[in-house]
């Protein structure tokens, strides 16, 4: 950017610098044109007086080739106008698609920020997105809502991204032993009738353990980081067909 700001002062320079040596041209072209028109008259005035002198004679010749040299130069202070003319042109020219060039360059630049602000709050909501998903994933696995605190088991993930939590089986309570333990001082048929309840409890304990095992958790957290990364991908592949798009239209 500065190189070209540095360039169009460098042509407008030119410009001026142009204009005046072009100034300074026709006015010594002005000046030898008065000096031509001034040896004319001489001449004249000379060779109506060779007529009366031919000693004038000479003199004559010397003027008319002086008038020769001048007319010559003045021809080349005129070839020299034309090709100043044509300079100034062209550096004004140049200096149009130079500010030209620059105006594009600022529009390109304007248009590169907004798509990075634009990106950038894409990415900061898709980030605070994934945050809060995580922090539901963690909040699922530190505070189960069917299980106890020490019942939350372990967490795997798989080759897919798939996340499951294994819980263990559940081990009887105090409590349930004391349902199922009897004074030995009772009939064997009460003995084995608790004996009974006591192996459907467990069945059932387990039953209830094992309800829980292998369950998938929610792939909230693993899809909104694929969402994000692809949601980025996407966006970055539109920004760069439109730049694309556009420069290939203008040139």
């Given at each position: ?17 142009t ?12 000046q ?5 028109n001034a040896?004319?008259?001489?001449i004249?005035t ?7 002198n031919e ?5 004559l ?20 106008i034309?090709?100043?003319?044509a300079n ?8 149009q698609?130079?500010k ?6 600022a529009?390109q630049?304007?248009?590169l ?18 945050d ?13 809502s069917s299980?106890?605190?020490?019942d ?5 993930v ?30 064997t048929?009460?003995?084995e ?8 409890g ?9 309800e ?19 949601g980025?991908?996407?966006l970055?592949s ?14």
């Open positions: 950017m500065n190189t070209i700001h540095i360039a169009i002062r460098e042509l407008d320079k030119k410009v001026v610098d204009s005046k040596l072009a100034e300074t041209v026709k006015a010594n072209k002005e030898t044109d008065q000096t031509i040896l004319q008259k001489t004249g000379l060779e109506t007086k060779a007529k009366e000693n004038l004679k000479s003199q010749d010397q003027v008319k080739g002086q008038l020769q040299k001048d007319e010559e130069a003045s021809k080349a202070q005129a070839k020299d034309t090709g100043l003319k100034l042109s062209q550096s004004v020219e140049a200096a698609k130079a030209e060039t620059l105006k594009q360059l529009d630049d304007k248009e920020k907004d798509a990075l602000k634009s990106l950038q709050e894409t990415v900061k909501k898709n980030k605070a997105d994934q809060n998903q995580m922090k539901r994933i963690e909040a699922d696995m530190t505070h189960p299980q106890s605190q020490g939350k088991g372990s967490v795997q798989d080759q897919t991204g798939q996340v499951s939590v294994t819980k263990p089986l559940t081990a009887p309570t105090d409590h349930q032993k004391e349902n199922t333990t009897e004074p030995q001082a009772q009939s048929q009460k003995n009738k608790k004996s009974g309840e006591k192996k459907e467990k069945d059932r304990s387990l039953d209830r353990s094992n829980g095992k292998g369950k998938s958790l929610p792939k909230t957290g693993l899809t909104s980081m694929g969402a994000v990364i692809g980025l991908g996407t970055i539109s920004i760069g067909g439109f730049f694309f798009y556009k420069n290939k239209k203008k040139g």
